[in-house]
């Protein structure tokens, strides 16, 4: 009988043992996974309503950690956001694998992840994630990273996303992004591949009235745009989205002075209406580039869709695109129904050919009433000097018309159909920058 009972304690004290043994094996294997670290946890609100900051703080032997994010109790974006938590938390221990426990007790390891909110609208977020990682092998390690969130559609949103065409639009902001940046820093191939590719635009966010492009930290500075210069790049739902973060003046009529009392350069806006012409067009479009000009084209839906390229051309050279109709008929004696037709088949050209919306409209013959300013939605764009290109069909006539009735503020209708409007175009901007006149688009000129 003793022997039995000696031999059961001996059993339950190995039990006990391999218990023991198999429960420390397991945390240790759990302690790589994060489910044994303890964390002191609290949550606040924030100043944004639907918004709580939540923190997590560790503090052990080999690391410290703190963790800082938002949370939006909508369970879809929570979820998301806690994933991008745990994979650079993840990150952090494999670092301090492979570093290993030695090197770690002579100096610990840390970690921090703070964030910046953002509001750029209605229920929309622009989160930057910051983390600063020390390994004790070097100098630390600084990441970050910026997601959109949208409350209403509970989800992120990408930079790409925001656009009716990425690449294009990519191609088009390029330059003034480039622009922004230093002779070194345009020549970095990393800073180069955010516009190209499946890359293109990703890195963009939005932030009050500006587009902010963010390059990895270490690259360069952020670059920043104003949501006003971009918006014709944006879908139509996230321009209406962001539309009361765009400041934007009332149109108003040209001034008769020679330039303002305030004593700022004056200014004027050429436009071109009925294009695009293949010859024409190409050659007004050779004597702005020549003299680093920017205008307004008022373009015929029905030929953007034969010309597409002309208009892509347009818009990578830093010209505006506005809306002069489908096929040029009168909206005064159109329907309602009709005259939405005639806009959007040509916003959908353009948009395909350029990636851009055309956000200013130009009714055919200037004919416009109440009626049709309603259906438009927005105040048409006329003109205050009328070249008569169309009718007179004589450089020397046009340049004339444009020297006896320019004013600061002015509105110079052309036509980019006729060859005379091209051959006069240079005489003509010559004549203006002499006289002291910044040549702007519409979109600038307002």
């Not at 890195?203 to 500075?221: L, S």
């Not at 029905?302 to 096929?327: K, Q, T």
Request: with cysteine; glycine share 4%; net charge negative.
């Amino acid at each position: 009988m003793k022997q039995r009972k000696m031999v059961f304690a001996v059993l339950a004290s190995l039990t006990m043992f391999i218990l023991v043994l198999a429960v420390n094996l397991m945390v240790t294997a759990v302690n790589k996974d994060d489910q044994t670290i303890v964390w002191a946890t609290d949550v606040k609100k924030s100043k944004y309503n639907g918004v709580d900051i939540k923190t997590r703080v560790a503090e052990e032997a080999l690391y410290n950690m703190a963790v800082h994010y938002p949370v939006f109790s909508e369970a879809e974006l929570d979820e998301q956001i806690e994933r991008y938590v745990r994979t650079k938390e993840t990150q952090f221990f494999a670092e301090l694998d492979s570093i290993g426990t030695e090197a770690l007790s002579q100096q610990p390891a840390s970690f921090s992840l703070t964030f910046r909110l953002i509001p750029a609208g209605e229920g929309f977020y622009c989160i930057t994630f910051m983390t600063d990682t020390y390994t004790g092998t070097g100098e630390n390690s600084v990441t970050q990273d910026t997601v959109m969130a949208d409350a209403a559609s509970k989800r992120f949103v990408s930079g790409r996303e925001l656009f009716i065409n990425p690449d294009k639009a990519a191609r088009a902001l390029q330059k003034p992004v480039w622009d922004s940046l230093s002779e070194e820093e345009s020549e970095n191939e990393q800073i180069a591949q955010h516009f190209m590719g499946e890359q293109a635009l990703s890195n963009v966010y939005i932030e009050e009235n500006n587009v902010i492009f963010a390059f990895p930290h270490g690259q360069t500075k952020q670059v920043r745009l104003p949501l006003k210069k971009i918006s014709p790049y944006m879908k139509k739902e996230w321009r209406e989205r962001f539309a009361s973060n765009v400041t934007k003046e009332k149109p108003q009529a040209p001034e008769t002075a020679e330039a303002s009392s305030s004593g700022q350069k004056k200014k004027a806006a050429l436009t071109f209406d009925d294009g695009p012409n293949p010859d024409s067009t190409a050659a007004i479009l050779n004597v702005l580039k020549k003299y680093n000009v920017r205008a307004t084209f008022y373009v015929l839906g029905s030929r953007v869709d034969f010309y597409p390229d002309l208009v892509e051309r347009m818009v990578l050279e830093g010209h505006e695109i506005g809306s002069h109709s489908w096929s040029h008929k009168d909206f005064t004696k159109l329907s309602p129904e009709e005259i939405k037709m005639e806009l959007d088949r040509t916003t959908a050209a353009v948009e395909t050919a350029a990636g851009v919306s055309p956000l200013s409209v130009r009714p055919p013959y200037g004919a416009t009433n109440e009626r049709v300013n309603q259906i438009i939605g927005t105040s048409p764009v006329l003109w205050s000097v009328d070249t008569l290109d169309w009718k007179n069909r004589d450089p020397k006539a046009i340049t004339e018309i444009v020297k006896q009735n320019v004013r600061n503020g002015s509105v110079i209708l052309m036509h980019d159909i006729h060859k005379t409007t091209a051959d006069a175009l240079e005489e003509v901007i010559i004549y203006l920058q002499k006289q002291g006149y910044e040549l702007v688009t519409v979109d600038e000129l307002y």
